[in-house]
């Protein structure tokens, strides 16, 4: 079975500075994976994503990600966190042929 | 504009009566789900639809009823046997290519 790992319920961190946020994941098939955000009273949306190629992956906001196989992670980094990246933060897998697992989420809280 | 929308986006109910959220979309996606989230908790699973008038029951359907009988719609019923109703409640829609999942901006249940 599948199971997503959030090590962090929180992260604070100050304005400008570089944050990352951690997922490890377990399955025994190969996985596509996702990282989610959401602001307050929001739905979630779509960070990025990890299908195939590169393990390396860029999304929207100046997020990243990368695939690690080996350490069974995909953790979330951006060099440079602004006010705005104030939001709860969701680690996702799947394997196509069953239902899509999320984390616990992680809340990152912005410092002046 | 493409995309699911949700409604009411908050909605107050006294003990002992069913309501009922919508949930449309346009995306002409098969697969829809229907997610609890509290918290601390993350999202949980309440109902899932593939194909028209099939659903399945997810982590959490004690007190939920679905139906789908259209691709487009996928209303959730929170009925009087539901514990504890007060929640956000969340439904998205998948991308049967990436296992991507696309959510509305959710409805706010109150139990008073």
């Known amino acids: 079975a599948q199971s997503v790992t959030q090590l962090d319920s929180q992260v604070p961190v100050f304005e400008e500075a570089p944050v990352e946020l951690r997922c490890n994941y377990s399955s025994s098939v190969s996985v596509y994976l996702f990282w989610y955000v959401q602001y307050p009273n929001q739905g979630l949306q779509l960070l990025l994503k990890?299908?195939?190629?590169?393990?390396l992956v860029k999304g929207i906001n100046g997020f990243e990600a990368e695939f690690n196989k080996s350490q069974t992670s995909f953790h979330l980094r951006k060099p440079s966190v602004h006010i705005s990246d104030t939001a709860e933060y969701f680690c996702?897998?799947?394997?196509?042929?069953?239902?899509?697992?999320f984390g616990k989420g992680t809340r990152l809280h912005i410092l002046p | 504009d493409g995309g699911i929308t949700q409604s009411p986006k908050y909605l107050f109910r006294k003990e002992g009566q069913n309501v009922t959220l919508s949930c449309e979309q346009n995306?002409?996606?098969?697969?829809m789900y229907w997610y609890r989230q509290d918290p601390g908790q993350g999202l949980r699973l309440i109902y899932y639809s593939q194909i028209v008038n099939d659903f399945q029951k997810g982590d959490i359907a004690e007190g939920y009823s679905v139906s789908r009988e259209k691709k487009e719609s996928f209303p959730l019923t929170v009925t009087s046997a539901q514990k504890n109703p007060t929640a956000f409640y969340l439904c998205?829609?998948?991308?049967?290519?990436?296992?991507?999942?696309?959510f509305g901006e959710g409805s706010r249940l109150t139990v008073l």
């Open positions: 995306l002409n996606h098969d697969a």
């Open positions: 996702a897998v799947t394997n196509r042929d069953d239902k899509i697992i």
């Open positions: 998205a829609t998948t991308d049967a290519n990436t296992g991507e999942l696309f």
């Open positions: 990890y299908l195939s190629g590169s393990t």
